[in-house]
């Protein structure tokens, strides 16, 4: 049956329906008392289904049930269960899992990444929010100990480093704010400012000798109401970085685990870089021209291996990583000239991450209890209902025929654009009866 032949579009909406039931965004789960998440959206007689639970009371109940009809419009039956015998009915002790949600690089700790003397980082950059808080660009930074190095946003939207010898740290800042635009409107803080989504470069380099630090935040192309390159040098007092084994993220300041993130940044990366010494003023300059300074620690093409989650690192060190909570890939870098549409016909202008704070892939959390499908179970839509106390929450599934059992030509119908096949009118009429 062809798609455009689906009956009535109450049976759409049911199917609709089913499917919304598992819609409670995982985004929003912190404000959600109980929620949960499978691992597989459907199963075969005989596999096994593992359920994520997350629950603030101690105890909640769970129950198999088979969606019979989930449009709750009043014109029609309502919504519609069955409870079904299975081996996780019951109660299970409840515990709160954390949702660590937020895009980024990670690349696992190395000696290379422990520069304890003089270091560079650099990195094209298209912020999105700034002023919303710090946002990490390139970060290996330790607040528990004070060691560590980060480029990054600071809280007032200028471009920082942050680095520490174990004892104390040091802050680096333009004091340039870069605004947010809406629209055509335009919003200045007090100072010179740059333009959010626009693309700059980020740079920020430490001689361990002088202990001079400096920062860079230097526009790609200056408009007329754009202000100019801004810079800013101390002379720190500081004159080694503490090294600590923490990964190394890019987007995001790294934690004890890998799920445990904070200062995500939202925009894109292109092109982040590491040196084992001081770039000059003149070497950061000729970045804008394209001139890249020879010898880094790590040079992370993101233009490489586009259609996977690796990162590769081009440096020879064999610093690769890669990415957390799926960030979007294939996106225009800071050379883009408008000429190809296609990432694939010109890979050297799409070498950008866009990163969000808000990006969820998997939330990663443990195990709560699991479900063998038995033989005698038939296909159709069931869920696990978890119920504590007025709190309740639906985690739905498909059970497919066994392996080897041919579906009715006429239970579904699958557009070739398609990523899951369509229940027709009969077989939804079918299924569930």
Not at 313 to 340: C, F, I, M, Y
Request: with cysteine.
């Amino acid at each position: 049956m062809s798609p455009m032949r689906l009956g009535s579009p109450s049976c759409l909406l049911a199917l609709l329906q089913v499917a919304l039931l598992s819609a409670t965004s995982l985004a929003q789960i912190p404000d959600h008392p109980l929620a949960g998440y499978a691992d597989h959206h459907g199963i075969q007689p005989g596999q096994v289904m593992q359920f994520m639970v997350s629950s603030e009371a101690p105890q909640y109940e769970a129950q198999l049930v088979r969606l019979i009809h989930a449009d709750t419009n009043l014109l029609g039956p309502g919504f519609r269960e069955q409870e079904i015998d299975a081996s996780f009915n019951g109660p299970h002790e409840g515990r709160l899992q954390p949702l660590e949600n937020g895009s980024s690089v990670v690349v696992p700790d190395h000696p290379a990444l422990d520069v304890t003397g003089s270091f560079s980082l650099v990195a094209w950059i298209y912020p999105t929010s700034p002023g919303s808080g710090t946002q990490a660009i390139i970060s290996k930074w330790s607040a528990a100990d004070r060691s560590g190095y980060a480029l990054r946003l600071e809280e007032d939207g200028s471009v920082g480093l942050l680095f520490g010898d174990g004892t104390d740290e040091t802050n680096v800042r333009t004091g340039a704010s870069i605004p947010v635009y809406l629209r055509s409107e335009k919003a200045y803080p007090v100072g010179d400012p740059l333009h959010s989504s626009l693309w700059l470069l980020a740079a920020a380099t430490f001689d361990a000798t002088t202990g001079i630090a400096s920062v860079y935040q230097l526009p790609h192309t200056v408009w007329p109401d754009h202000p100019a390159a801004e810079t800013a040098s101390i002379e720190t007092g500081a004159h080694a970085v503490a090294d600590n084994n923490l990964s190394l993220r890019i987007a995001a300041t790294p934690g004890l685990s890998d799920a445990a993130t904070s200062e995500h940044f939202n925009g894109k990366i292109e092109a982040p870089r590491i040196y084992d010494r001081a770039l000059t003023a003149d070497e950061i300059a000729g970045l804008l021209q394209g001139q890249i300074p020879a010898a880094p620690v790590a040079s992370w093409d993101f233009s490489r291996r586009i259609q996977t989650r690796q990162i590769e690192d081009t440096s020879g060190n064999e610093l690769h990583g890669h990415t957390r909570q799926l960030p979007k890939r294939a996106v225009t870098g800071h050379n883009w000239d408008g000429t190809e549409m296609d990432f694939e016909r010109a890979l050297e202008q799409y070498g950008a991450i866009h990163f969000h704070d808000d990006d969820l892939d998997d939330a990663g959390w443990s195990r709560s209890f699991e479900y063998e499908v038995p033989h005698d179970l038939k296909s159709a839509v069931y869920a696990a209902r978890l119920r504590a106390g007025d709190d309740e929450d639906y985690i739905p599934f498909f059970v497919r025929p066994p392996r080897g059992q041919r579906l009715p030509r006429w239970l579904f119908s699958c557009p070739p654009s398609a990523t899951s096949p369509t229940p027709t009118v009969s077989a939804w009429a079918a299924i569930n009866c």
